[in-house]
């Protein structure tokens, strides 16, 4: 495309991605819309111009046609593109509103949508704020070396931002770890992803940035411009050096002993133990601790030092089978119900828990509350279907409104309501629960009649160590002192009986602050107010939740301040901290892993190099200090497990399902606990391999003749292979070769090559050859998925 002129930087839209075949209302769904009271909004079908007696008188500077016009001289979108619907927003800033136009332009052939734009203006001084474009092709595939690296997106994204938001240029600096792809795609085309965050006195502030997004053929696919220019941002003088910063962090840092359980863990799931440290701040100026802005606390309040009792105060309940009657006796005795409350229905249902492979079973119950013939509330529980016990219950009426006035009920009082709660309700667990003490802040001048509710929860502790998984929350009656609400979700691990020996505490901080890096930046902080009077995040979270109040009564007052932080270093895993082990393990399979990746060194400059970093990126290939061997005939397992991989674009199977729990190993020679378990089993349920005689030999050396039936096999055309009159290998060695339409495939599309005319079946494949190999049957498969014909 041309430029509209010298001064402005047109958009390159290629071609492909004009010929989106997304409806305007699907593409319109997944843009990030802003959200405002005022917002008017018009429309037109079937891209015809819009009737001006639609048009919406709105009080903005830039009118619906002038922000089209600018999207039009911007973008550069071509004039098949019609306006399908215009939306106006007003956006609330930290010191006072935004409006900006948003606009969807839509090409339409006989009446179906190929291509979709979504652009939106700043409705007072025509700024473009953002534009995205959809394209749907399945064809694309990353092809390396790329024709635009990183490097080069960059200078295409500053001549971008100087042509299209020039006033923003000085006041920004590059970020280069934001986007920044550890793992190069295997399919798909490649986008860079660029950001350049705002600085303010010679400081960052990444809350407001500009973000492009610039494929591989160095158009500018994606902007947005995030910045608010009404945020007052503190001059601080006398600053914590970056030394100071690290150590006053170090001192704050407080490591929480906690279970984890990964979830794609191989074979059955087990708690493993961790050390967790969130993503802690300082003042930048002080090194006082400030609270977690980004990172609200669910439990508002102080964890007791304590349990609720030093021993049980009884035993677990015995497992059985629970009628319905015993399920609706058990809530009976558990909670208060109205006498005429009534039972309107009862479900029983039986599951099994994908962490423990555990059956479970349910009753969920349900009550009508009336009064003189008329319903005013109702109440629902959930019965464990085996021991009896209350899982879940909850109880409404819809007209006790309560009165103005002190509540008839104390903070203290409800807290010693909700602990007898849980003691009644987990008498077997009362040693391993910990109450949560709330700010008293939270409810401060709240009324009997605005406040119906006190919130409580509980932590689960074994060993000292956190089970956030399990939940367990109580909602008392600030006028009746009555439970009105009991949630107790609780895991069936088994967990060990002794407490297991531990890294020091200060070797998992000096770990955590290894992973993360320290960063000077500003944050905004909300100053939130109720009546006139100040109230915490915390408590205005759970007004909120509970439909005490809604957001439009509650005044906001919002602050820049300045501090350092704690930010998550650039890896591409999940990983946490084995309190065990003092080890890294990832997050999502418990494996053991490092935040230092292995680099091969003995392939720079082979001929498979690129190939062989992607495979090696992947863990597709090993490293064995510090060599990845590419010339070794690579094995049968290696190849299945870099098959696998390839197939999902990089993504292990999950075998963490409860189905796959119990499963026993296919083959004789790959036992569950075998680092190939999943991958083969994969491959045998994708049809990729064969059961055969039970035994995989996962050790063994693999020929060219046994790669070519499995990548075509992985490319679906098995059976179409074995018709040999279609497919003729015109090898020297065509004799030699058992798979002869297999070989025939492979070659056609390029994946495998020949050798002098010869296909040489027999000889073993190296993991340089397979590296190369599996990327161009990634390419081929991506070239031979067809869209489907448009009569």
Do not use: C
């Not at 911007?74 to 956006?91: C, D, F, H, R, W």
């Not at 959809?134 to 092809?143: E, F, G, H, L």
């Not at 059961?691 to 179409?720: C, H, Q, T, W």
């Amino acid at each position: 495309m041309k430029k509209k002129n010298s001064k402005k930087l047109a958009v390159m839209l290629s071609a492909a991605m004009l010929m989106s075949v997304l409806p305007a209302s699907a593409f319109a769904e997944s843009v990030s819309r802003p959200a405002g009271a005022g917002a008017v909004s018009t429309s037109a079908s079937g891209g015809d111009t819009v009737d001006e007696a639609f048009a919406a008188p709105v009080n903005v500077a830039i009118t619906k046609e002038k922000a089209e016009a600018l999207a039009r001289q911007y973008v550069s979108i071509p004039k098949e593109y019609t306006l399908q619907g215009a939306n106006l927003s007003m956006e609330t800033l930290a010191g006072g509103k935004r409006n900006a136009w948003g606009l969807d332009f839509v090409k339409k052939v006989n009446g179906k949508h190929l291509g979709s734009i979504y652009v939106r203006i700043h409705a007072d001084d025509g700024q473009l704020l953002e534009f995205n474009s959809y394209t749907d092709n399945p064809s694309a595939k990353p092809t390396y070396p790329l024709k635009v690296e990183r490097d080069d997106a960059q200078q295409i994204a500053l001549k971008f931002i100087n042509a299209i938001a020039a006033k923003y240029k000085d006041s920004i600096q590059y970020n280069p770890e934001y986007g920044l792809q550890l793992l190069p795609p295997l399919t798909g085309e490649v986008l860079h992803r660029l950001r350049y965050d705002r600085v303010v006195n010679d400081i960052p502030y990444v809350d407001n940035y500009i973000e492009l997004e610039v494929d591989s053929e160095g158009h500018v696919r994606r902007y947005s411009l995030q910045w608010d220019d009404t945020i007052k941002f503190p001059k601080v003088d006398a600053l914590l050096t970056a030394v100071q910063a690290s150590e006053k962090l170090r001192a704050a840092a407080v490591p929480q002993l906690t279970y984890i359980v990964p979830y794609n863990a191989q074979g059955k799931r087990k708690p493993l133990l961790s050390y967790e440290l969130s993503p802690i701040a300082i003042d930048a100026a002080t090194g006082v601790l400030k609270e977690q802005a980004n990172f609200p606390s669910f439990r508002a309040g102080t964890v007791s030092d304590t349990p609720l009792s030093e021993k049980p105060l009884g035993e677990i309940p015995k497992a059985g089978a629970v009628t319905e009657k015993q399920a609706a006796d058990a809530a009976k005795a558990a909670f208060k119900l109205p006498a005429d409350a009534e039972l309107n229905g009862s479900n029983y249902s039986e599951q099994i828990n994908e962490s423990t492979g555990m059956v479970e079973a349910f009753w969920h119950l349900n009550w009508s509350i009336k009064k003189d013939g008329k319903e005013i509330g109702s109440a629902s529980v959930s019965v464990d279907g085996r021991t009896g016990t209350v899982r879940s219950f909850y109880i409404y009426s819809y007209n006790d409104q309560g009165q103005a006035g002190s509540p008839k009920v104390s903070l203290e009082q409800a807290s010693a309501l909700a602990v007898e709660t849980v003691k009644k309700q987990l008498p077997w667990l009362t040693d391993k629960l910990y109450f949560v003490k709330p700010d008293p802040k939270q409810y401060e001048g709240i009324s009997a009649g605005d406040n119906r509710q006190y919130y409580f929860s509980f932590v689960h502790k074994i060993h000292g160590a956190v089970i956030n998984y399990d939940n367990i929350n109580v909602a008392i009656d600030s006028s009746t002192g009555e439970t009105v609400n009991f949630d107790a979700y609780l895991s069936n691990f088994e967990y060990p009986a002794q407490a297991p020996a531990l890294i020091k505490k200060e070797q998992a901080v000096a770990s955590w602050l290894n992973y993360y890096r320290t960063q000077l930046t500003y944050r905004l902080v909300q100053q939130f107010s109720w009546n006139g009077q100040p109230i915490p995040i915390e408590k205005y979270n759970l007004m909120v939740a509970s439909g005490e109040i809604n957001g439009d009564e509650v005044q906001t007052q919002t602050e820049a301040e300045l501090v350092y932080q704690l930010v998550p270093r650039l890896i591409d895993e999940s990983v946490f901290l084995d309190a065990e082990t003092g080890g890294w393990r990832n997050r999502e399979t418990g494996e053991a892993t490092q935040l230092e990746k292995p680099k091969a060194k003995d392939i720079e400059g082979h001929w498979a190099q690129r190939q062989l970093e992607l495979m090696v990126a992947y863990k597709a290939l090993d490293v064995k200090n510090g060599e990845v061997r590419p010339n070794e005939p690579i094995t049968r397992g290696e190849l299945i497990k870099m098959l696998v991989l390839a197939r999902s674009s990089g993504q292990s199977p999950l075998y963490g399902s409860a189905d796959r729990l119990e499963a026993k190993a296919s083959f004789n020679d790959v036992a569950a606990d075998s680092s190939y378990f999943v991958y083969v089993e994969s491959a045998l349920e994708q049809n990729l391999i064969d059961v055969g005689d039970g035994s995989f030999n996962p050790s063994g050396k693999v020929s060219r003749d046994e790669m070519a039936e499995l990548i075509v096999r992985a490319l679906g055309y098995n059976a179409l292979a074995n018709y040999d009159h279609i497919f003729k290998a015109t090898f020297k060695d065509s004799a030699q070769i058992e798979h002869k339409g297999q070989a025939a495939i492979v070659v056609g599309l390029k994946i495998m090559s020949l050798a002098d005319g010869k296909f040489l079946p027999k000889k073993q494949v190296t993991r340089g050859e397979a590296s190369v190999a599996f990327f161009r049957y990634l390419q081929s498969r991506a070239e031979l998925k067809e869209a489907p014909i448009r009569m």
